[in-house]
Protein backbone atom coordinates (compact mmCIF):
# COMPACT_ATOMS: atom_id res chain seq x y z
CA UNK A 1 0.00 0.00 0.00
CA UNK A 2 2.69 2.57 0.81
CA UNK A 3 4.12 1.68 -2.72
CA UNK A 4 0.89 2.42 -4.12
CA UNK A 5 0.48 6.05 -2.22
CA UNK A 6 4.07 7.11 -3.13
CA UNK A 7 3.48 6.27 -6.93
CA UNK A 8 -0.08 8.13 -6.97
CA UNK A 9 1.53 11.09 -4.97
CA UNK A 10 4.46 10.95 -7.53
CA UNK A 11 1.85 11.16 -10.74
CA UNK A 12 0.29 13.99 -8.77
CA UNK A 13 3.42 15.62 -7.95
CA UNK A 14 4.30 15.37 -12.17
CA UNK A 15 1.02 16.55 -13.20
CA UNK A 16 -0.03 19.37 -11.34
CA UNK A 17 3.08 20.25 -8.66
CA UNK A 18 3.85 19.76 -4.78
CA UNK A 19 0.89 21.92 -3.96
CA UNK A 20 -1.46 19.47 -5.76
CA UNK A 21 -0.23 16.08 -3.49
CA UNK A 22 -2.82 16.44 -0.49
CA UNK A 23 -3.69 13.87 1.21
CA UNK A 24 -7.11 13.76 -0.24
CA UNK A 25 -5.96 13.82 -3.80
CA UNK A 26 -3.41 11.01 -3.28
CA UNK A 27 -6.17 8.97 -1.53
CA UNK A 28 -9.00 9.85 -4.41
CA UNK A 29 -6.03 8.57 -6.99
CA UNK A 30 -5.67 5.42 -4.59
CA UNK A 31 -9.13 4.80 -4.58
CA UNK A 32 -9.30 4.72 -0.17
CA UNK A 33 -10.10 7.29 1.85
CA UNK A 34 -8.09 9.98 3.51
CA UNK A 35 -7.96 8.59 6.49
CA UNK A 36 -6.92 5.48 5.22
CA UNK A 37 -3.60 7.26 4.04
CA UNK A 38 -2.94 8.70 7.88
CA UNK A 39 -2.05 4.88 8.93
CA UNK A 40 1.23 4.99 6.30
CA UNK A 41 1.68 8.95 6.69
CA UNK A 42 1.31 10.92 9.37
CA UNK A 43 0.80 14.00 7.32
CA UNK A 44 0.85 16.13 4.03
CA UNK A 45 4.54 16.96 5.25
CA UNK A 46 5.56 13.26 6.17
CA UNK A 47 3.96 12.15 2.67
CA UNK A 48 6.45 14.68 0.79
CA UNK A 49 9.56 13.78 3.05
CA UNK A 50 8.78 10.00 2.03
CA UNK A 51 8.23 10.99 -2.02
CA UNK A 52 11.54 13.52 -2.27
CA UNK A 53 13.64 10.33 -0.18
CA UNK A 54 12.15 8.19 -2.97
CA UNK A 55 13.57 9.99 -5.56
CA UNK A 56 16.92 10.07 -3.79
CA UNK A 57 16.57 6.46 -3.54
CA UNK A 58 16.06 6.21 -7.50
CA UNK A 59 19.02 8.66 -7.85
CA UNK A 60 21.05 7.06 -5.79
CA UNK A 61 20.55 3.39 -7.35
CA UNK A 62 20.92 4.59 -11.07
CA UNK A 63 24.60 6.21 -9.92
CA UNK A 64 25.56 2.81 -8.23
CA UNK A 65 23.76 0.81 -11.00
CA UNK A 66 25.19 2.28 -14.20
CA UNK A 67 28.64 1.36 -14.99
CA UNK A 68 30.73 4.69 -14.57
CA UNK A 69 34.49 4.16 -15.87
CA UNK A 70 37.02 6.63 -17.03
CA UNK A 71 39.17 9.39 -15.74
CA UNK A 72 38.25 11.39 -12.96
CA UNK A 73 36.53 14.14 -15.12
CA UNK A 74 34.52 11.77 -17.42
CA UNK A 75 33.62 9.91 -14.17
CA UNK A 76 31.97 13.00 -12.91
CA UNK A 77 30.14 13.72 -15.31
CA UNK A 78 28.59 10.42 -15.79
CA UNK A 79 27.33 11.18 -12.72
CA UNK A 80 26.36 14.72 -13.29
CA UNK A 81 24.54 13.69 -16.68
CA UNK A 82 22.53 11.12 -14.75
CA UNK A 83 21.56 12.91 -12.18
CA UNK A 84 20.42 16.10 -15.06
CA UNK A 85 18.65 13.41 -16.89
CA UNK A 86 16.43 12.38 -13.62
CA UNK A 87 16.15 15.94 -13.21
CA UNK A 88 14.84 16.94 -16.69
CA UNK A 89 12.39 13.59 -16.92
CA UNK A 90 10.97 14.16 -13.62
CA UNK A 91 11.37 18.50 -13.12
CA UNK A 92 8.29 18.42 -10.36
CA UNK A 93 10.32 15.81 -7.96
CA UNK A 94 13.60 18.01 -9.04
CA UNK A 95 11.94 20.77 -7.16
CA UNK A 96 10.75 18.54 -4.24
CA UNK A 97 13.92 17.17 -3.87
CA UNK A 98 16.09 19.97 -3.75
CA UNK A 99 14.30 23.91 -3.84
CA UNK A 100 10.51 22.72 -1.86
CA UNK A 101 11.73 23.55 2.08
CA UNK A 102 10.64 20.82 4.14
CA UNK A 103 11.25 19.29 7.22
CA UNK A 104 13.84 16.16 7.02
CA UNK A 105 15.58 17.81 4.43
CA UNK A 106 19.30 17.38 4.20
CA UNK A 107 21.10 20.03 5.33
CA UNK A 108 24.76 20.97 4.62
CA UNK A 109 27.33 20.94 5.95
CA UNK A 110 26.11 18.64 9.09
CA UNK A 111 24.13 15.53 7.07
CA UNK A 112 26.46 15.57 4.15
CA UNK A 113 29.61 15.29 6.53
CA UNK A 114 27.68 13.11 8.15
CA UNK A 115 27.60 11.04 4.73
CA UNK A 116 23.50 11.21 5.37
CA UNK A 117 23.14 11.84 1.90
CA UNK A 118 24.10 8.71 -0.36
CA UNK A 119 23.95 10.77 -3.71
CA UNK A 120 26.46 13.23 -2.31
CA UNK A 121 28.57 10.79 -0.85
CA UNK A 122 29.30 9.22 -3.77
CA UNK A 123 30.77 12.44 -5.53
CA UNK A 124 32.39 13.28 -2.64
CA UNK A 125 34.27 9.73 -2.72
CA UNK A 126 34.97 10.79 -5.72
CA UNK A 127 36.78 13.90 -5.43
CA UNK A 128 38.13 12.61 -2.52
CA UNK A 129 39.99 10.22 -4.37
CA UNK A 130 40.64 12.20 -6.94
CA UNK A 131 42.92 14.50 -4.25
CA UNK A 132 44.34 11.35 -2.69
CA UNK A 133 45.74 9.92 -6.12
CA UNK A 134 46.83 13.52 -7.29
CA UNK A 135 44.31 14.53 -9.64
CA UNK A 136 42.69 17.23 -8.34
CA UNK A 137 44.61 19.69 -6.22
CA UNK A 138 43.56 19.26 -1.90
CA UNK A 139 41.11 20.75 -0.94
CA UNK A 140 37.92 20.16 1.45
CA UNK A 141 36.19 17.48 -1.02
CA UNK A 142 32.74 18.32 0.77
CA UNK A 143 32.75 21.80 -0.21
CA UNK A 144 33.47 20.87 -3.74
CA UNK A 145 30.99 18.61 -3.77
CA UNK A 146 28.56 21.00 -2.36
CA UNK A 147 30.14 23.92 -5.31
CA UNK A 148 29.70 21.04 -8.26
CA UNK A 149 25.92 20.25 -6.24
CA UNK A 150 25.29 24.20 -6.77
CA UNK A 151 26.51 24.27 -9.91
CA UNK A 152 24.40 21.57 -11.55
CA UNK A 153 20.87 22.65 -9.50
CA UNK A 154 21.28 26.05 -10.57
CA UNK A 155 21.74 24.95 -14.42
CA UNK A 156 18.89 22.77 -14.06
CA UNK A 157 16.49 25.37 -12.65
CA UNK A 158 17.37 28.04 -14.81
CA UNK A 159 16.70 25.32 -17.97
CA UNK A 160 13.23 24.02 -16.55
CA UNK A 161 12.39 27.75 -15.46
CA UNK A 162 12.87 28.33 -19.25
CA UNK A 163 15.30 30.80 -18.63
CA UNK A 164 17.58 29.05 -20.72
CA UNK A 165 16.56 29.51 -24.35
CA UNK A 166 18.19 26.00 -25.89
CA UNK A 167 16.94 22.99 -27.54
CA UNK A 168 17.79 20.09 -24.73
CA UNK A 169 20.99 19.12 -26.70
CA UNK A 170 22.73 22.54 -26.66
CA UNK A 171 21.36 22.74 -22.97
CA UNK A 172 23.30 19.27 -21.95
CA UNK A 173 26.58 20.85 -24.28
CA UNK A 174 26.24 23.41 -21.85
CA UNK A 175 25.71 21.41 -18.58
CA UNK A 176 28.67 19.65 -19.66
CA UNK A 177 31.38 22.52 -20.62
CA UNK A 178 30.01 24.14 -17.32
CA UNK A 179 31.11 20.40 -14.99
CA UNK A 180 33.99 20.15 -17.03
CA UNK A 181 35.34 23.90 -16.75
CA UNK A 182 34.47 23.39 -12.74
CA UNK A 183 36.38 20.14 -12.32
CA UNK A 184 39.36 21.64 -14.43
CA UNK A 185 39.88 24.63 -12.20
CA UNK A 186 40.60 22.28 -9.18
CA UNK A 187 43.06 19.42 -10.87
CA UNK A 188 46.32 19.45 -10.76
Known amino acids: MRQKIIQAASRLLEK ?3 EAVTMRGVAQL ?47 I ?57 DLKKDDHWEICFELGALTHGLIMLYIGGRIEMSPDEFRALYRRSIRRHIRGIQN
Open 16 to 18: EGV
Open 30 to 76: VGVTPMALYRHYADRAVLLNALADDGFIRLTALLKNKRIIGNLENRL
Open 78 to 134: KMAEIYLDLSLENPKLFELMFLTKREGARVYPRDFTARSSPTATLVADALAEGMTNG
